[in-house]
């Protein structure tokens, strides 16, 4: 262990503070599971349907290519998968995948991931767990092609708080198809964190690349160095031009001395790195769905400030732009953060969103959505704008009531009705008068070109608990637009337009163990979730 890391440790001792509510981690869901049997969806840049970001995807990979190499499929996080397979009138046959028995030890937080050309030039799906385990599993049997443990995973954090343990990988991964290299982040310890690892591994067998890992207990920030024990790695990891980013926050209770912090690595050569955390106390950035990106570094949101109030604000309830390796370039706070920070309403708790819509001004944005329930559209040129720390902010509108009411990874796709959003919602969605949907759910928002653009809510559909994060599918970019989610371990499909049920398996026909904020993915006319143990799917016949 490194004299900073002991120097960390000992001050982290007198700085642990009480548990409070924050963007806590836990709970599990589903009920009972196995399924699957092939492919996964292209990443190359993101455009496409949701005109999303023009950036190449996590990996360069091909036009075509079916990959899922990401949290959410592409830089933009828009959720969006193009399957030709799955049209209306199939989706409506889709069945549990009997033969794919995708098993594997530990508990899944993190989405699963596809490449299509993987090792032994086959099709694999890859599952990390908290218990710092990775697997490769074949896309058709679901057997494990490798296994790889990164280390020894803590059974508890060294702070005051805290409730998943063991604490190893949480966040996804993010694979680069070009170098065949897996990059991860992982709680390294025993009874306490002692280092936070970002490795990168071959996709091939699990080896550990030249030069990794690196641990971000060697990362400062203005004089301000990464105490391992008090953070926690959830949000999912991003590669963009290269550069591998890597986003902290801390445990669930908002305890001890944790900031937010956003590390950035050349993957070329790793030596050169940087990072940037926030100013004060807390700030994390939680979400699950990761950093957003337009090709210029990444979005990040972060969360409420801990401790003392202020009247100054420092880097709480922001939307921030990182570049290179560790700059900010830009940023957006609402003039309500004061009272956010003070509510633990924290913006930090749902990852945004790239996307572009012709027609709008302007008509590239940022969706961000806060916890409290505030979906704000962004212009993602000028987050701050010209005049005020508002000045960017074009649009406010109101998804759900409460300062609880949304912790979620959303989606964005496209028809010919228009550009929508999709979220989840844990209690207070605001849905159209006769839909019979309240609470948890998930809310659709259209939104029309203008300047400033118009959202509406178009359609709420019911989710049981846990709330998790759902995608979107269209056969060509735009036709049949279904989205897809779990809701208590079942596999839900919708129309894009109307919210009106095309899918719903049986109550027999579940998914055990499907972590809150969790999505599915959609590869090869089939839809694939990641639940504690095991990986489930369901495919048209």
């Known amino acids: 262990m490194n004299s900073r890391l002991l120097i960390a440790l000992s001050l982290l001792s007198f700085v642990t503070g009480a548990c409070g509510s924050s963007a806590s981690p836990g709970g599990t869901a589903g009920t009972t599971g196995s399924a699957g049997a092939t492919g996964a969806a292209g990443t190359t840049g993101t ?37 030709p397979a799955l049209t209306k009138t199939a989706a409506a046959t889709m069945s549990r995948n009997t033969g794919f028995a995708a098993s594997f030890a530990g508990n899944m937080w993190a989405s699963p991931l596809y490449m299509e050309n993987g090792p032994g030039g086959t099709g694999a799906f890859f599952a990390v767990t908290t218990g710092n385990d990775v697997y ?37 991964p993010v694979i680069d198809a070009g170098t065949r290299t897996m990059y991860l982040s992982g709680a390294i310890g025993t009874t ?95 979400h ?29 309830e922001q939307v921030v732009r990182i570049t290179g390796t560790g700059t900010r370039a830009d940023l957006f706070y609402p003039t309500t953060w004061q009272g956010m920070d003070q509510a633990d309403a924290d913006f930090g708790s749902v990852n945004p969103l790239y996307v572009e819509l012709p027609g709008a001004t302007p008509s590239k944005l940022v969706v961000a959505i806060a916890k409290d329930g505030h979906m704000y559209l962004l212009d993602a040129a000028a987050l701050r704008g010209t005049s005020t720390a508002a000045g960017g902010q074009k649009v406010d509108f109101m998804v759900a009531n409460g300062n609880m009411a949304i912790h979620t990874a959303p989606a964005s796709y496209r028809t010919a009705m228009g550009l929508y959003v999709v979220l989840s919602t844990t209690t207070g969605a605001i849905c159209p008068s006769g839909s019979g949907v309240s609470g948890r759910a998930v809310v659709s928002v259209r939104i029309a070109p203008g300047n400033p653009p118009t959202p509406t809510v178009a359609w709420c559909a019911a989710m049981s608990s846990p709330t998790t994060g759902p995608i979107a599918t269209t056969t060509d970019g735009q036709a049949n637009a ?60």
């Open 47 to 83: 455009a496409g349907s949701t005109g999303t970001a023009g950036a190449t995807g996590a990996a360069g990979a091909p036009s075509g290519n079916q990959s899922v190499l990401e949290r959410n499929k592409n830089p933009s996080r828009d959720g969006h998968f193009v399957q």
């Open 136 to 172: 490769a599993l074949d896309e058709t049997t679901g057997a494990v092609k490798w296994m790889r443990n990164i280390g020894s995973s803590p059974t508890a954090n060294g702070v005051s708080c805290g409730n998943i343990h063991p604490l190893g990988i949480l966040g996804t």
């Open 192 to 286: 306490s964190i002692s280092e936070h690892e970002i490795h990168a591994l071959s996709v091939d067998d699990g080896t550990e690349r030249a030069g990794w890992p690196i641990g971000a207990s060697t990362f400062t920030s203005g004089g301000l160095a990464f105490m391992p024990p008090p953070h926690n790695q959830r949000s999912a990891l991003s590669l963009v031009g290269g550069t591998l980013y890597v986003a902290y926050g801390g445990h669930v209770g908002d305890s001890g001395a944790y900031h937010g912090w956003v590390i950035g690595i050349n993957t070329q050569n790793p030596t050169t790195r940087g990072a940037w955390a926030t100013g004060g106390q807390g700030e994390g950035i939680w």
């Open 288 to 316: 699950s769905g990761g950093m957003a990106s337009d090709g210029n570094g990444v979005f990040a949101v972060t969360g409420n400030r801990t401790g003392s109030s202020s009247s100054t604000h420092q880097d709480s």
């Open 482 to 541: 279904i989205v897809w989610y779990m809701s208590g371990g079942r596999l839900m499909g919708v129309d894009g337009d109307t919210g009106a049920s095309i899918y719903a398996s049986a109550n027999n026909d579940t998914c055990s163990g499907i972590r809150q904020w969790s999505s599915p993915i959609a590869v090869k006319g089939r839809i694939v979730a990641g639940g504690d143990t095991h990986l489930c799917s369901w495919s048209v016949p």
